[in-house]
C-alpha cells in the first residue's frame, strides 16, 4: 500500500543551524502539508501547497519557513535559523483533492523528531 | 475559526469490549470532512475512518465505526471488541472548505488504554 516516507526519523541541531526535513507524498497525491506536534500537544497546521506554490499557510509558518517540491518526488520544509522552540515532531501529509469524498483524506508520513539545543 | 472538542483526556476499556471517544465540532462550513486518526507511543498518525458532511451513513472501517450526529455536531468514534494494540493517543480532524481552506484542525486527544 502507498504511503508517505520521511527522512531522517530523528534530527538534532544547534539553535541558529539551518535544517532541512524531506518528505516523499504518496505518488499520485496532488496536495501536500506539513504539520507539527510540541511533545504532548495536538498537531498543528504549518502549510499546504499545490501546483508547486503555498496555497495556505498558519501563522506559525513564518520568513523562517520555507517549503519546495524539488524534483517530482520530494516535497521538503527548511527552517532557516532554529530556535528552542521549534523542538517538535514534524509531519508531512499528502492527500487527493481536498472536499472530494474518497479523496480528501490526509495521509501522514512517519514522522521526522526534530530536537534544537 | 473551526474548533474540535475532545473532553476526555484518557480513557480505559477492558479488552474486548467496546469504547466510544467523543468529539465535537464546531464549523460555519455547510461541507466538510471529520477524521479519526490513531497515534500510538512511537509517534506516528495513523489514518483511521472519514465522514463527509453530506454523507447519510455512518462510517464504518472494520471494528471502527462513527456515530455522526451532524444536529448536535458530534462524530464520537466507537472501536468495538478492544485489542490491546488499541492503546494509544487517538485524535479527532476536521477538514472544512470556508475559503479554499484545506488544513485539517486537530482536537487535543484522548489517550486509550486498554486493560487484559
Known amino acids: 500500500e502507498p504511503e508517505v516516507t520521511q527522512t531522517p526519523s530523528h534530527q538534532v541541531t544547534q539553535m541558529g543551524q539551518e535544517v532541512i526535513l524531506r518528505c516523499v507524498p504518496i505518488?499520485?497525491?496532488?496536495?501536500f502539508y506539513w504539520y507539527r506536534q510540541i511533545l504532548g500537544q495536538k498537531v498543528e497546521f504549518l502549510v499546504s501547497?499545490?501546483?508547486?506554490?503555498?496555497?495556505?499557510k498558519s501563522e506559525i509558518f513564518d520568513d523562517q519557513f520555507s517549503v519546495e517540491r524539488p524534483d517530482g518526488s520530494n516535497f521538503t520544509l527548511k527552517i532557516r535559523s532554529t530556535k528552542l522552540e521549534d523542538s517538535a515532531m514534524y509531519f508531512c501529509?499528502?492527500?487527493?483533492?481536498?472536499?472530494?469524498?474518497?479523496?480528501?483524506?490526509?495521509?501522514f508520513g512517519p514522522g521526522t523528531r526534530l530536537l534544537v539545543l | 475559526a473551526q474548533k474540535i472538542t475532545q473532553t476526555q483526556p484518557g480513557m480505559f476499556v477492558q479488552e474486548k469490549e467496546a469504547v466510544t471517544l467523543d468529539c465535537t465540532y464546531d464549523t460555519s462550513d455547510q461541507s466538510y470532512g471529520l477524521f479519526w486518526y490513531k497515534q500510538p507511543s512511537s509517534g506516528e498518525m495513523i489514518f483511521l475512518i472519514y465522514q463527509g458532511s453530506y454523507d447519510e451513513q455512518n462510517a464504518t472501517e472494520g471494528r471502527y465505526s462513527l456515530n455522526f450526529q451532524k444536529a448536535r455536531k458530534s462524530a464520537n468514534l466507537v472501536i468495538s471488541a478492544s485489542q490491546l494494540g488499541d492503546s494509544a493517543m487517538y485524535f479527532c480532524?476536521?477538514?472544512?472548505?470556508?475559503?479554499?481552506?484545506?488544513?485539517?484542525?486537530f482536537g487535543k486527544g484522548t489517550k486509550l488504554s486498554v486493560i487484559p
Open positions: 501529509a499528502s492527500s487527493g483533492v481536498p472536499g472530494l469524498a474518497g479523496e480528501e483524506t490526509q495521509y
Open positions: 505518488s499520485n497525491h496532488l496536495y
Open positions: 480532524a476536521m477538514r472544512a472548505s470556508g475559503a479554499g481552506s484545506y488544513q485539517l484542525t
Open positions: 501547497f499545490y501546483n508547486n506554490e503555498i496555497s495556505e
